[in-house]
């Protein structure tokens, strides 16, 4: 939407939108003498927060163990950014792989997980945790362990039917870091929910069957809660939520325990600021992904974790200043006579490699300048990459979104792109390409041509990992020896788009263990509080495993710690 | 004057057309419709963070969609009652929006509406005017 156009929303969705409410809130926790003693509104074994894959697998986690559930939703809708993801959830050594004869050995996941989550503490010697932390390693261990029988379960039992997540050229999907040496099964972990005519559904699918799964269950569903406190008695344990809702607050008490799988902080700037290292601009989180529970918890007093990383993203630049909350990030640049380069018009990557790694680039700093030189980017591509396709790539012969720059020359090009940066100047401050911009495009260009003859891209490895294959199928035969490295048209018209670091979701939190139970500062369980998916400590710390690596971790500790709460006293 | 007051007139025609064609769609609009919204469309297009200047949030959905031209192709209505083949709300869903002149991608991004479920819409849409009538 340009900033002309208005959106006709009901009053209450624009005092939201105007985050009226949101600044009088007092996030925090309450401390009372017991349970019994206080009046609440409502009563459940286990009260989930959130209704997105991590919070509903804890709900059907709890109602398959006999607990009885409240979910409580902060948005007038359900399914938080699962219902507008993929759907894909990352499970090793699952029941799909075992039926295609994959063999899915768990030390060779364990070593592919601790090389690429943290690898600068990996060691290839350490036969015990690689390196790693016992604590995070354990939630590795149990990922492995647990994830595989708890997505049957759920399959068997209707809760979550899934299917393997199959190539566009008919092969099971590939981890993201297929081509590491510690990756030996590579294929087959990403899994999807099945549709009833057997096909691959998507993330609003997954929320589909959870929802109808809990509902029929006898669980209840609340949207329009934003929990702002967490209610803990005087020894600690975590006996129940307050919410604000349209009637007012109200509380509920968890006679076992609240799960939040509220998401992460992504749209929350100031967060954003204090905790990530990556200059993150928004991302595809929904407008309630703000933080809450970080807040809440402190006054609890629980360990954090991983709150310096993101399940990166690039996105739009345009799009996510129009809107923190994007529809879609850029998982992958489109197109093959294409490359992406810095502010001096230099590659910094494989452009066809995954969305979290081409992310990073953007974190790259210079000390002698002081600046990001990668911090906007420029994806530029000829007129035979739209007949290549693939994402941003318009249609030929389609009009063009205003986001894409045009010009018949390099140089023309290199004007529009520096009018494009200065008419945002007001959002994003002075941003000029270098004054050497179109010299160094020049070369960068003659150099990837010379790449696009011998297939070899020497430089970044252009379509040699196996998830960049995964990602863009080949419409077109050029007849070119790496179909994903076309050279860049001598003559115009030139396409261009400005490109900003963002974030599916941030991955940073409470830390908990194994039964996705809370961890104070000590390390030590805080009964009653459980946490999963983007709103804890992601166990995956700096990586993105393989496609669905989010939600496979949500669904995996969110059921177990609905399973471990409906077995407490 | 005289063409001042005929333009009155014509805008305040327009504005009762357009107020007599929402609340026509108003009755037609059903549970099923909303609950297709709510499913699959509002995660993008919500109150908060309307994708493309679209919301459609329960209580949002008809204002936005009604008589409202689209961003894409401000030529078409994305929702013109009584005819869903004129709506390029439709055309989204059934990925024709690129032979009518619109751009962008199918919609949703992420998974497709079920034959039934765009039947819903489209019915919606065709019985706005029946309502009218």
């Not at chain 1, 500790?557 to 006293?569: D, M, N, P, V």
Request: charge should be negative; hydrophobic fraction near 40%.
């Amino acid at each position: 939407m340009s900033s002309t156009e208005t959106s006709r929303v009901s009053r209450r969705g624009f005092m939201k939108a105007a985050g009226i409410g949101a600044a009088t809130t007092a996030l925090g926790a309450t401390t009372i003498a017991t349970a019994q003693a206080q009046e609440w509104d409502e009563t459940a074994d286990v009260i989930c927060v959130g209704s997105g894959g991590s919070a509903f697998a804890g709900a059907v986690g709890a109602l398959q163990n006999g607990a009885t559930v409240i979910m409580l939703e902060k948005a007038p809708f359900t399914g938080g950014t699962t219902a507008k993801s993929g759907g894909g959830f990352w499970i090793a050594n699952n029941h799909h792989q075992a039926a295609a004869g994959i063999v899915d050995n768990r030390d060779d996941f364990l070593r592919y997980c601790a090389k690429v989550s943290f690898p600068e503490l990996y060691r290839d010697n350490d036969s015990k945790t690689y390196g790693l932390p016992e604590a995070s390693f354990a939630l590795l261990e149990t990922f492995y362990d647990q994830g595989a029988r708890i997505i049957k379960t759920l399959d068997e039992t209707g809760a979550l039917p899934s299917t393997m997540a199959m190539s566009w050229d008919k092969k099971p999907a590939p981890d993201y870091h297929g081509q590491i040496a510690e990756n030996k099964a590579a294929r087959g972990r990403q899994t999807s929910t099945r549709q009833e005519d057997g096909t691959e559904g998507y993330g609003a699918t997954m929320i589909d069957y959870f929802q109808t799964y809990v509902e029929d269950n006898g669980g209840l569903i609340y949207t329009d809660h934003r929990v702002t406190r967490i209610i803990k008695d005087e020894t600690g344990r975590v006996v129940g939520l307050e919410a604000e809702t349209p009637d007012g607050k109200r509380t509920f008490r968890a006679n076992k325990g609240v799960i939040f799988g509220s998401g992460g902080f992504t749209q929350n700037p100031e967060m954003r600021t204090q905790f990530l290292r990556t200059p993150v601009m928004g991302g595809c989180a929904v407008p309630t992904n703000e933080g809450d529970l970080i807040l809440m918890a402190s006054e609890v007093g629980v360990k954090f974790g991983n709150l310096n990383e993101a399940w990166n993203q690039q996105e739009i630049l345009e799009e996510v200043l129009e809107f923190s909350s994007v529809p879609s990030g850029v998982f992958f640049l489109g197109g093959d006579s294409m490359i992406a380069v810095n502010k001096f018009g230099h590659r910094m990557y494989d452009e066809k490699y995954v969305y979290p790694e081409r992310t990073r680039s953007h974190q790259t700093y210079d000390q002698w300048t002081g600046e990001y030189p990668n911090l906007y980017q420029v994806m530029i591509f000829d007129e035979a990459a739209r007949n290549f396709g693939g994402m941003l790539i318009p249609e030929p012969g389609s009009e063009l979104p205003s986001h894409i720059i045009t010009a018949d020359t390099l140089e023309a090009l290199e004007a529009a792109i520096q009018a494009r940066f200065d008419s945002l100047a007001d959002r994003i401050g002075t941003y000029k390409l270098d004054a050497a911009f179109l010299a160094n495009l020049q070369e960068t260009i003659t150099r990837y041509n010379g790449f696009a003859e011998t297939g070899k891209d020497t430089d970044f490895h252009r379509g040699e990992a196996p998830i960049d294959a995964f990602f863009h199928a080949v419409p077109v035969d050029r007849g070119l020896p790496n179909p994903y490295i076309a050279p860049i048209a001598d003559t115009g018209p030139y396409y261009a788009i400005l490109l900003a670091a963002g974030t599916l979701d941030t991955k940073g939190g409470p830390v908990y263990n194994e039964n996705g139970n809370v961890v104070d500062i000590h390390g030590e369980p805080i009964p009653g509080f459980y946490v999963a998916g983007n709103a804890g400590a992601s166990p995956s710390g700096k990586s993105y495993l393989g496609g669905g690596g989010t939600l496979g971790l949500g669904i995996t500790f969110g059921y177990l710690a609905g399973e471990h709460a409906a077995k407490q006293a | 004057m005289k063409l001042v007051r005929s333009a009155l007139a014509a805008g305040v025609a327009l504005i009762l057309g357009t107020s007599a064609a929402m609340a026509a769609c108003d009755v037609a609009f059903t549970d099923d419709v909303q609950s297709v919204f709510t499913k699959k469309c509002v995660a993008c297009h919500n109150d908060r963070s309307p994708g493309s200047g679209l919301s459609v949030q329960k209580d949002s959905s008809i204002a936005n969609l009604v008589n409202v031209p689209s961003t894409e192709l401000a030529t078409m209505m994305r929702v013109v009652p009584g005819d869903s083949t004129a709506s390029y709300l439709v055309h989204k869903l059934l990925d024709t929006h690129l032979d009518v002149g619109g751009s962008g991608k199918r919609m949703p991004l992420s998974g497709r509406l079920k034959d039934e479920e765009v039947a819903a819409i489209i019915n919606w849409i065709d019985d706005c005017n029946a309502v009218a009538e």
